[in-house]
C-alpha cells in the first residue's frame, strides 16, 4: 500500500471551517456551511511521513 487517507467526518462545521477561513466563518451560518461543504474540494490538512507496518524490515 503505497497511499492512505484520514477522512475527517466535523463535528462542529462552523468551528472548523473558523479555523481553515476566520471570515468565512463569521459571514456564513452554519446551514450554509453545511450547503457549500457539499461542493467545495477536500482541503489538505497536514503530510504524514513515517508510517511503517508491524514488522516492516528495508530491505539493502
Known sequence: MDNFAFVIHPLNPKQ???RK???????LPTALIHFFSRFWPPVYLSHITG???EGYRERD
Open 21 to 27: 477561513y476566520p471570515l468565512l466563518a463569521k459571514i
Open 16 to 18: 472548523d471551517v473558523a
Open 51 to 53: 508510517v511503517r507496518p
